[in-house]
């Protein structure tokens, strides 16, 4: 059965990962699976309830503070928590760490889109009770959580007191020992107003961004309890009690609102999304949950025969990235999701190399409202552009929320110039899969024109080819070099499509291309010398070894003994300072391996195979955005072995926790990344302006395996065996189709069988 | 008349300047130049009294902290301020800026060393008297702060009352805009004991060093006025009061005393050196510090015949280099010596290359103490070798006091590795400068060796050459690249001396040398390998250009165009993001033309003089350390008039605050490369191992100059006028010389005249 992900453990390093693990979500809230009733004080525990974007500003400090350092940078903010709801019976508290837990287990149903956790419990004093906790956030009702607690008498039938909690009263989580979650300003939030009419209603402000939240909660009780409400210092405590002589059933529904989206009046809102909610319980909750995720996997499922284990995997990274893909244009896919506060809930390039392409594929209109939030903040682009000293054009910030740069530590931050040319790649690519040329005039031509500006100001032409200095590529382990291949390659890419958006405005939308003309002080000889720029673009070429450097410097680094570097000093960034590791040949992650991924065509397949063979030798995969690239290129150069090794560290590694930190929350890009490793790795999709291109392999260890794909109005259907590779066009007209080197014209009627 | 530096100026930029201009200083004990009465509230001020290495800890916060990043840093603190002296005239106080100033100036003598200030001063109600404060900070007992204040009546003979304060609720400067100052943790000094017996008396202790330091200040009147003393909150005041009917005189010596160098009862150290100076008041004290100035021009002064202005700017940075110089091992001389704030009291390495050959070449005493210094932190650097990735070695922080790095942006601090190789160079000038046998085995053969091991470590042999990669050279333009010419051949100069005093302790010391060889688990095949790597240092040369370029990639790199940036975007690093200066060829600084200096005997004179031309065009001289490199080398390629021209900008730099920044303190390395620019440019003064040599010229618009050196036990005076040079030996064995090319034997009856 691999439709669900479940476990019974208590362990408390295991229950920290599970919070993230078992998160509920729909992209716009995110409610971490912590236990209703707590956990006993010595328990670490991150207890989060988060909104997509929802953020305060923060100041940022430094020992030595350079011109152009960002002064603030933004954090998502743990908002108000309604999971809490405690139970006592008579004068004993329910707990899972008191008295005996006789049975327990929990689990998240991927299919229908709801947790579930069952307990049989006997209280120190000998009180018997079976309780069981739902929770739902629904993908349809974007800001309502839904709780439903049953709790059953097995050998008590006396007073039992169920108290439930709307506390605005909440702080983030710090750590100020890792670089990769936040070190202070853990209360960002004051109390406005707390509230009880029939609605238990918090609203809470951040201190700085003057942003508001609200949460308004109702219940629904199944016994004639009597009911109480306390409220005390920025919450509401509602006391429902009576005596416990047949089953119980509480539901709470949670509205969650804030003013990025819902206006000013915050309580007005509550107040209409629950009437309009009505007497809707939890059970029509789940039916259109139900309903819409027969759709989301219908559109996107992986089927893999012969190996359960990797089936739950890919299907809970595909399920998570539904629950954390923001979808009203303010907001995008933070690192972690919306499953935790790693990275402070930031965007980074995942979204656009690593996440993207699975929504683009299965569910364009996700696709297109995550390019939407790039485009909302070209501003904030453009004025980082001048900030770090450009006349024109958009540089994106290498981290945000609301579209300022977020990076405290430009080496691996601002320097990363390639985002802006991800960012471009990803509006190419959603042109080539949708041919939406109507999104491409609103939206994609200006995005190209501005990044492409960038590469103008942070190159030069000498000696002929032009050259790209002092930038970070993709791998932090080497940081502010010239000419990285990665980058140089990514803006070769954007020059070139952002000429070809200029001609065919010019072409199609003159009256667009005139506007944007006017508005961005562009002209003619301007897309010239983006031509010309990415004609000569210098993409640096080793002799010797045949591959391609990462950088001007890098081959003549010495090489870092990875063999003799000890299991405890991964990851490397953990254990050594960063000018140790800049000194040397070690990469944190896939970067020149990526580019040869993302534009095969700028390299005979020997180079990019020597490549390959090069770096993997000196590459850790700290990074989570490493595996998923080594296993689709290990696909491509006929490593089969080695594709489903990395695979597998793709597929599982929140579930097994293969990193360490997922108790910060999931590993998002790498889920996209399990998704990118079978479609574009054993399946081998490649999507090119001609047209899309498959070689499907299978890894021995399967029976096969089966997706669908999205492509201009098209559904198709892969499908993998042993024996043959069928290649089936479910809806949408007849189209050409590359498959193992071959062209097919594909039709309804007629699948490709290979 | 060239011996005081002396104001009218009552602006208030200026008189901010002046607080830095007209600080008095031993070495030990730091008064700024501040007013006594203090200056209006709407006036920016910067009161300071600095105890050399006098620190607290405080926290370093970063927006994202990475492994290795220092989580404290030591900063200099402003003690207790004992300046202070108001005076009332009946209900009016004394004030610069109420009432008529009727005249004014103020004077520092330099070679009586002590400052004054004249003031005829009528009240706003119309009482005039003349005011004269002296002050005076013996460098002959290091602990004495006196000051005298004469009052005399010109039309008013009625009450009078002199406030005097000694007070320990002081705080420390902070500017966050600024990078070079610090931008918080202000108040870091609580107040321990505020006593009031024979001594006014108070304690502050800092809040984590744990440090504390004392001043107990005495008075003597010379009218039988009324004495009242009242404490208030950290401070005492004391009141002298009657009536003004002739000229009265207030001194008041304050004595400062520090646990770093006092023990840990202040209180009575404070009493035991009050009752030594006993009696003795101002006047003695101007006897002996006279007399003290007196051996110090003696030894170091240079006269310039042609050029007051010149001579005054010269003489004054002499005598600040020495009012700042520690002396007592525990403390060297701070980027801003002890007159102001700024890098936070740091020391870098600026006293070793722009510092040191001042005292090295006049003093070698306190060249031998600042050098000692360095030893005693050994154990700093040898931890910050391990923190920075190596196993054995010392690595010198880039910024400290007490002897763990201090500097929060690694890229232009903990990068600079050359900071241990210049300490290296100056250890190795002391002892071809003194011949010091006994230091080189006591202190600087451990030096050499755990500093040469860093370069072993640091590079790597590849193709038959010895390559340092990920370092960062003076020039903070350009950060974190491969082979810095200077670095490299500053490393290969210390990989050569380690070997050479290796073999020297072997042959003199044995005994020494197997003590080291056994603390240090030192080999003989370690020193191979040092011999090795300096041997095929790779010292990278361009063929077309026929320079050394800065390092591995400087050459591909744009060319900034500095002629076409506006004037009010220098310096540069406060007008541009880092990464946009290391994208272009554009230096701070002297870099590899400031090599070029150190290791004239690296290159061809042809390839110096191509890189200076190169590096000329490209160079902001946005750091005071750079002026004065190329005074030099443009006096060694025979560009007379620029050697002149940079060194105008040199001398008188502070005086005519010419970097704008005064205010913060004094720029010590420049004072130091006036020095240099003289002896080193004009004179062309080189100390090698075989022997001195000079190349004197004289530039055009000066009659001639003169100046004494010390040279192994010898004392040498070199005069340069129109017609010739002279070499006479004052004291010493006769010895071999070099002058313009030709050696010389010479002797104390035979002066060399060319």
């Known amino acids: 059965m691999s439709w669900k992900i479940s476990s019974e453990s208590l362990q408390e390093k295991q229950l920290l990962n599970e919070e993230s693990l078992f998160f509920t979500g729909n992209g716009y809230l995110g409610v971490r699976g912590n236990f209703e009733e707590g956990l006993p004080d010595t328990y670490s525990s991150i207890r989060g309830t988060y909104i997509n974007a929802f953020h305060d500003i923060v100041p940022i400090e430094y020992g030595e503070k350079l011109y152009g350092f960002p002064e ?23 707990s899972m760490f008191e008295g005996d837990v006789l049975s327990y287990n929990r689990s998240l149903y991927l299919d229908k889109g709801y947790s579930e956790r069952n307990v049989h419990w006997r209280s120190p004093k000998g009180k018997e009770i079976k309780i069981k906790f739902l929770r739902l956030v629904p993908f349809t009702h974007k800001e309502l959580f839904i709780q439903k607690l049953i709790v059953e008498p097995v050998n008590y039938n006396d007073e039992i007191t169920i108290v439930s909690t709307v506390n605005g009263d909440v702080s983030n989580f710090t750590d100020k020992d890792d670089p990769r979650i936040s070190s202070g300003h853990a209360k960002r939030l004051r109390v406005n107003e707390v509230q009880q009419r029939d609605i238990s209603f918090v609203e809470v402000e951040t201190l700085e961004s003057k942003l508001k939240a609200a949460c308004g909660a109702t219940y629904k009780v199944s016994q004639d309890y009597k009911r109480e409400d306390h409220i005390k210092s920025g919450m509401i405590q509602s006391f429902f009690s009576g005596r416990l002589t047949e089953k119980v059933i509480l539901e709470k529904k949670s509205v969650f609102v804030d003013t990025l989206r819902h206006g000013d009046d915050l309580s007005e809102k509550v107040e209409g999304i629950h009437s309009l909610l009505s007497e809707a319980g939890f059970e029509e909750a789940l ?353 089969g072995e080695k594709a489903y090794d990395y695979f597998i560290e793709t597929a599982r590694l929140d579930l097994d926790n293969t990193h360490g930190n997922t108790k910060d929350g999931l590993h998002m890009a790498n889920m996209g990344g399990t998704w990118m490793a079978i479609i574009f790795g054993f399946a081998g999709l490649r999507i090119k302006e001609e047209g899309l291109s498959l070689e499907p392999i299978l890894p021995a260890q399967w029976e096969g395996y089966s997706f669908p794909l999205h492509y201009r109005g098209r559904k198709l259907r892969v499908t993998k065996s042993k024996t043959q590779a069928k290649i089936e066009l479910l809806t949408g007209e007849p189209f050409n189709i590359k498959v193992s080197g071959e062209s097919y014209h594909l039709t309804q009627n007629d699948a490709i069988v290979k």
């Open 287 to 639: 039916r259109q949950q139900e309903e819409y995720l027969q759709q989301f996997w219908n559109d996107t499922d992986i089927e893999i025969q012969g190996d359960t284990s990797l089936q739950e995997g890919i299907r809970f990274n595909l399920y998570h990235l539904l629950q954390s893909a923001g979808r009203d244009q303010v907001s995008n896919i933070a690192a972690k999701g919306l499953s935790g506060e790693g990275y402070e809930g930031h965007y980074f390039w995942d979204t656009e190399i690593y996440m993207l392409p699975v929504f683009l594929m299965s569910n364009p209109e996700i696709a297109k409202k995550l390019l939407i939030y790039r485009y909302s903040i070209l501003d904030g682009a453009r004025n980082h552009a001048k900030i770090m000293g450009h006349s024109k054009g958009a540089l994106y910030p290498w981290r945000t929320i609301s579209g300022t740069e977020c990076s405290s530590y430009f080496p691996s931050g601002s320097a990363q110039y390639h985002i802006s040319a991800d960012i471009a790649y990803s509006f190419i690519q959603y042109f080539m899969v949708t041919g939406d040329m109507e999104f491409l005039k609103e939206y994609g031509a200006e995005v190209l024109f501005e990044t492409a500006r960038i590469w103008i100001e942070a190159g030069h032409f000498k000696d002929g080819q032009f050259r790209i200095d002092a930038v970070t590529g993709p791998d932090e382990y080497t940081c502010i070099v010239n000419n990285n291949y990665y980058t140089n390659a990514m803006a070769k890419h954007n020059l070139r499509w952002a000429v070809k958006a200029y001609n065919l405005l010019q072409t199609m939308e003159p009256e667009r291309l005139a506007e944007l003309s006017t508005r961005l002080v562009l002209e003619l000889q301007e897309t010239a010398v983006w031509e010309q720029a990415a004609k000569q673009m210098y993409l640096p070429y080793d002799e010797t070894l045949m591959i391609n450097p990462q950088d001007d410097s890098f081959l003549n680094k010495d090489v870092w003994d990875l063999p003799s570097t000890p299991e405890d000093k991964f990851p490397l960034l953990l254990h050594y300072h960063p000018l140790t590791l800049y000194r040397y040949q070690v990469c944190k992650q896939a970067d020149t391996v990526l580019a040869h991924f993302l534009l095969e065509e700028e390299q005979a397949t020997e180079t990019m195979k020597n490549s390959y063979d090069y770096y993997e030798k000196i590459t850790t995969h700290d990074s989570s955005l490493s595996s998923c690239v080594f296993s689709i290129m290990a696909a491509k150069h006929g490593y």
């Open 72 to 94: 603030t940078q933004q954090k998502l903010l743990n908002v108000i928590d309604a999971q809490t709801i405690t139970i006592l019976l008579g004068d004993e508290k329910f």
